[in-house]
């Protein structure tokens, strides 16, 4: 595990904007007046699948080699659970890229309002001002839904990389990503389920109650038990994800034990739709 400050200065440097995207430009931070394709569902469906298993081709950012192992991890390659991308792009903008957009055409590039956010997954790393990345790699998070995406996810499994460990640290459990999902959005005491600007106790988010109202990993958590349903169809198969003990988190987030019951979730060619979810016993972590 990295020492403390400098896991602190890792993740303050990419921050993802929490307000909900809305569906009209707000802030261009990198000043790139951009404008970008309108996935359909199946399209960004498909990209979720392809990036967090390492099938785009070359030239997209690819999710690096992830620790794995507890107490002594090693490198094992890249992948995320395809539940989880799909669940944080919802989220943070309905799997759209342009704003105002009709699905199948071009329109203005979605951007959030108060964090700088583009696209997708409302990335702000390298986004909040011109020449923080370089303009191509800007242009191409603003204007490419694929690269958009993959480049999320390579900011996620960063956040995998930098966080302590939950259980045996095991990438292929959903449960255990619960500190990167954390550090996606805001490493900070914001989201802290202990935070007393939560309400407690709270029943699990299921997409209707106000967001304000719980820590981001738990929206997350929460909107992959209750997918929206799209022209009556659920966009991914139910997985109600555990929660790991907030007790155990504290006031500063450490390694932890893993819930009762966890969820290795598979990722499958060429139909992505329904994760394979199978359950097992809690790991004698320590």
């Known amino acids: 595990m990295l020492p403390k400050p400098a896991l602190v200065a890792l993740l303050a440097v990419a921050v993802v904007t929490s307000s909900a995207s809305e569906p009209a430009r707000a802030e261009d931070c990198a000043g790139l007046n951009a404008t970008a394709y309108q996935p359909t569902l199946a399209e960004a469906r498909l990209t979720f699948l392809h990036a967090a298993t390492g099938w785009l081709r070359p030239g997209y950012p690819a999710v690096p080699p992830l620790r794995a192992g507890y107490p002594t991890p090693t490198l094992v390659a890249g992948s995320v659970p395809c539940l989880l991308p799909q669940v944080i792009g919802w989220l943070e903008s309905g799997w759209r890229q342009a704003a105002a957009t009709p699905r199948g055409s071009i329109g203005p590039t979605l951007t959030g309002r108060g964090g700088c956010g583009y696209g997708i997954m409302q990335t702000s790393t390298g986004m909040r ?16 839904y694929r690269y958009n995406i993959a480049y999320g ?3 996620l499994a960063e956040k995998w990389n930098a966080t302590p460990a939950i259980g045996g640290r ?41 967001r304000q109202n719980y820590p981001y990993q738990e929206l ?18 139910p997985v109600r994800l555990s929660l790991p003990d907030a007790g155990a988190i504290g006031t500063s987030p450490d390694d932890i034990p893993e819930p009762l019951v966890v969820h290795r979730t598979y990722c499958f060619l060429p139909d992505p739709f329904i994760p394979s979810v199978a359950e097992r016993a809690p790991l004698d972590w320590r």
Do not use: K
Request: charged content about 15%; proline content about 15%.
């Open 129 to 144: 001002a011109p020449g923080q990345l370089p303009r191509e790699t800007q242009l191409q998070i603003a204007t490419n």
């Open 153 to 155: 996810l390579q900011l």
């Open 170 to 210: 095991d990438p292929t459990i959903a449960e255990h990503w619960y500190y990167a999902v954390w550090a996606y959005n805001n490493w900070s005491w914001r989201n802290n389920p202990n935070n007393p600007d939560f309400p407690y106790p709270r029943p699990p988010y299921d997409g209707s109650q106000p």
């Open 220 to 237: 997350v958590f929460g909107l992959a038990a209750n997918p929206p349903r799209v022209d009556g169809a659920l966009l991914w198969a």
